[in-house]
């Protein structure tokens, strides 16, 4: 079946442009996640969204950085007014939501370039 | 909150040899243990995971070991291929929802 899906997979702009990037978890999973991969780092936690439940934003950066999720399924980050830290990958994961650990399941990224 | 450190960050081995890599985790309360696979230009890939209750866990050539007391973890692979080349990372789970990664580690096999 199909995978999780992220758009655009690369993305360059301006530094004090906007940006959106979307994210289209599996089917069925009710808990999405957003993690930043800075070059050579680990993976950050951005924001998760559970269900119908209000999203846990505790790993945002900054007041620049939201996401929603619409209708339970799509996701969208938006950065506002980027700056070149920005620049990084963002990854989107999807998992089943049982409430335990479980397995994430990953999009390939969008690489974000801030000029 | 949890903090996971991951070593090395970056090793290298001779096809056929062994690979280990070494995380160390704070919260004592975490229960689930990933490890995922990241080739270049993907996402992250779970390749073993395991539970608190459970110190060992085999799958053909990884397995993963789990000191609850010490708070380790540990990933082994043997008889690397040059597929296996890729950044591995470690995770924590500490209930609720929140996983945890390591740093990475950049692991090169050479042919």
């Known amino acids: 079946g199909a995978g999780v899906s992220q758009s655009p997979s690369n993305k360059v702009t301006e530094k004090g442009k906007d940006v959106e990037l979307r994210c289209d978890p599996i089917?069925?999973?009710?808990?999405l996640y957003w993690y930043r991969q800075s070059l050579g780092q680990g993976l950050e936690f951005l924001i998760y969204f559970q269900g119908n439940s209000a999203p846990d934003k505790s790993g945002l950066p900054s007041d620049r950085f939201s996401a929603e999720r619409t209708g339970g399924s799509v996701s969208t980050l938006t950065i506002q007014r980027t700056q070149q830290e920005d620049s990084a990958v963002y990854l989107c994961?999807?998992?089943?939501?049982?409430?335990?650990?479980?397995?994430?399941?990953f999009g390939s990224g969008t690489q974000l370039s801030v000029l | 909150g949890e903090n996971v450190e991951q070593h090395p960050s970056t090793l290298s081995v001779q096809e056929g040899d062994s690979a280990v890599i070494k995380c160390t985790y704070s919260?004592?309360?975490?229960?689930?243990f990933p490890w995922y696979k990241q080739e270049l230009g993907k996402g992250p890939q779970l390749i073993i995971d395991i539970r608190s209750n459970v110190g060992e866990k085999k799958d053909q050539r990884i397995a993963v070991t789990l000191n609850k007391t010490a708070k380790h973890f540990s990933l082994h692979i043997t008889e690397t291929q040059p597929e296996d080349s890729a950044v591995y990372f470690c995770?924590?789970?500490?209930?609720?929802?929140?996983?945890?990664f390591g740093a990475g580690t950049r692991l090169f096999v050479k042919a």
């Open positions: 089917s069925g999973h009710t808990a």
């Open positions: 995770a924590a789970h500490t209930g609720g929802f929140k996983t945890i």
């Open positions: 919260d004592s309360a975490s229960n689930y």
């Open positions: 994961a999807s998992s089943v939501g049982g409430g335990g650990g479980e397995k994430l399941f």
